[in-house]
């Protein structure tokens, strides 16, 4: 593995995470200065600083060795979930819109007034996450019609993680897919997890957001 490509993921992951390095350095458990010897390339990067950004982030060891897999492992969580009074602002917040439906603009999306409740999952608050209900079954059986789904927006629409889902902004609606690679590099390849579906190309120029699916949050009306 290159010391500098894992350097430059764990960059990523502050930035993404919005972590200033002295923050950065005391949630993994590391001196402030080691932290800024191995990003800048003075320490090199041991087993040791790769186990703790896996055990005290959730990262994907993979990820940060060789770039595959994603960031962050997605998780289908199990139901109930309880949702605390909107007044607590306490965990992850749960968005009255359904984001498979509907030309609401991105500004309006997650406004503070959008906001139904708070949810405390492990794994999921205090990561940038935002939760939101999808309908339809064109993601069926991954993810269900009334399922719930937490997305994290990415802030560089040109680092995809080929392959994963998403949930895209454009123009005129919204849409929840895997986003495959197109053999031109100015589309993407959008394909539903239901076989019904036929696969979809895009202009990338189109797409004006882009967020990760993840966590997959199924309800279980059962109980």
């Excluded at 350095?25 to 950004?53: C, E, F, M, Q, W």
Aim: aromatic share 8%.
């Amino acid at each position: 593995m290159a010391d500098i490509d894992i350097i430059n993921r764990i960059k990523y992951l502050m930035k993404e995470l919005n972590y200033r390095q002295v923050d950065f350095a005391r949630k993994i458990d590391v001196d402030t200065s080691n932290l800024s010897k191995y990003l800048n390339g003075r320490l090199p990067i041991s087993d040791s600083l790769i186990n703790r950004l896996v055990v005290n982030l959730g990262v994907s060891k993979q990820w940060l060795e060789d770039g595959n897999d994603l960031p962050f492992a997605k998780s289908a969580i199990a139901s109930p979930v309880t949702v605390a009074s909107g007044s607590l602002q306490q965990g992850t917040p749960v968005y009255a819109i359904d984001v498979t439906a509907g030309t609401m603009p991105r500004s309006r999306m997650f406004a503070d007034d959008q906001i139904v409740g708070w949810v405390n999952l492990p794994d999921v608050t205090n990561t940038g996450c935002r939760i939101v209900r999808v309908s339809g079954d064109s993601m069926s059986p991954v993810i269900c019609n009334g399922d719930y789904i937490a997305i994290r927006e990415l802030s560089n629409l040109q680092y995809i993680f080929w392959g994963q889902i998403y949930v895209g902004i454009l123009d005129d609606y919204r849409m929840l897919k895997y986003v495959r690679r197109n053999d031109n590099p100015a589309m993407v390849t959008l394909r539903s997890a239901n076989p019904d579906y036929d696969d979809m190309e895009i202009a990338r120029a189109d797409i004006r957001d882009l967020m990760l699916v993840q966590h997959i949050i199924h309800l279980d009306s059962r109980i």
